[in-house]
């Protein structure tokens, strides 16, 4: 199932998803590392945002 881009609310802003190559770059971007380094976070921690950004500024 695609990701609705017309409906962002909470659970959009608390979950990345590495499906969504937008989410990605997006993400990426807001924590100032690379699209790779996102991913490894995510598969190392899951997908909570909150999880990967404690997991990138370790």
């Known amino acids: 199932m695609s990701d609705d881009k017309s409906k962002s609310?909470?659970?959009d802003r608390e979950l990345?998803?590495?499906t969504?190559?937008?989410e990605v770059?997006?993400?990426a971007k807001k924590f100032g590392?690379?699209?790779a380094a996102l991913?490894?976070?995510v598969r190392k921690v899951g997908n909570?945002?909150?999880d990967v950004e404690r997991?990138?500024?370790a």
């Open 39 to 41: 991913r490894k976070a």
């Open 25 to 27: 770059q997006d993400w």
């Open 48 to 50: 909570k945002a909150d």
């Open 20 to 22: 969504e190559e937008y």
């Open 9 to 11: 609310g909470d659970q």
């Open 33 to 35: 590392v690379t699209q």
């Open 55 to 57: 997991e990138l500024k």
């Open 16 to 18: 990345i998803s590495l």
